[in-house]
């Protein structure tokens, strides 16, 4: 008894079938491949009898371009689509925004109509595209095999298959878990010219120059410990408010207190006193019974004792305002902005800062005494198309 024929004998019985009824149609299904061919067959066979292509949206050409092409075989378009579509973007992030300094609203207009072209373009020659390249490839096949058979299996070897489209599919996962991957390293690093040194504040001076000063510290500021305290024995030596320099902060307080509060009592400076060996010997009175000051011989050669130094206090450097404009990789875009910002009329500096991945040159503009110059120094700096971050010093 004869063994049953296997699915590759139906295969080719079907294919001998129709290649006999109609051979067109034949050959259009071995090309086609197994997927979606009712639906390409039935717009083909229209355009046959019509004489040309017309325009029929195809919704996977247009949303996956790249990939419909390179599954139906159309390599060449693929390869033209990619680099139109990454020459027109280079067009108008590099020469556009180099030369014609498109404000940011004219430039992603721009960039989503370029975007819709890429969509649209495709999706609606997509279908003419490929009957175009499957007529093209029949007529290679018919010229090179004896039979519409032997044409039609040449047709299927280069056809795209199951196996094909499951490549795709795991090659389009591995990619988009790349680009995460990438997208969340970058996100994750550290800035470009981040230091984490403290910032200095600049003070202004006489003429361009500017002069860094860094912030005030506990160390920074002197000072000098008071008098001793006076031995159980000895009174201690007095100062008199005509002595005494309180610091530079407190006296807005002190004056307004020295306004209210009554006249002080003129006194006579106190002295050190030498007190004599019969008094030493004697007890010392409780506080509250306190000696007279008649029982005590008070020397009139006796030195009267130094004040203590006041203490200084650096004075904190002016308020100001910066504006930070840009931090560049090559120093000549730093220069050609810090030309731009000078051309201007606009104060500007230069500076060059370590980071994680180099040095960076620093390009800010400023100081400016108060918010309200520094705002309308921003907007200046924005129409020029460059960065502008207000910053306080």
Known sequence: MPAPPSLEDHSTIRLAQSAANNPTAALYRAALGPLNTQHY??????????????????????????????????????LVYLAAAEGLALLVLGVGRQYLHWPLG????????????????????GNALLHADIRRRMASAVTDAHTVREACEALERQAP???????????????????????AFIWTSEPAGTDARPAQAVVPMQGDATVPVLPLTPADVSTTPGPEPASPGEPSA????????????DQPVQEAAAQSAPEPIQTRPSVAVETPPAVLSAPVPKPSQPASRAAVAVPETAPARTPPPPILVKPSPAVSHGINVGLFAEEANAIKVHTQLTEAGLPATMQTVEGTRGPRTRVRAGPFPDRASADAAAQRIRAMGLEAQIYRQ
Not at 42 to 48: G, T, V, Y
Not at 62 to 78: E, I, M
Not at 110 to 115: D, E, P, R, Y
């Open 238 to 249: 007095a100062v008199t408010p005509a002595e005494r320099v309180p610091p530079a902060q």
């Open 106 to 125: 004219v430039e992603m207009g721009v960039l989503g109509s370029l975007l819709m072209l890429s969509i649209l373009v495709p999706g609606l020659y």
């Open 41 to 78: 067959l039935a717009h083909f066979e229209r355009f046959d009898a019509a004489g040309r292509a017309s325009l029929v949206w195809n919704t996977a050409a247009g949303l996956c371009t790249v990939n419909w092409l390179a599954f139906r075989g159309l390599w060449g378009a693929a």
């Open 161 to 183: 298959t199951q196996r094909r489209l499951k490549a795709f599919f795991l090659g389009n996962a591995l990619l988009g878990v790349l680009l995460l991957a990438v997208a």
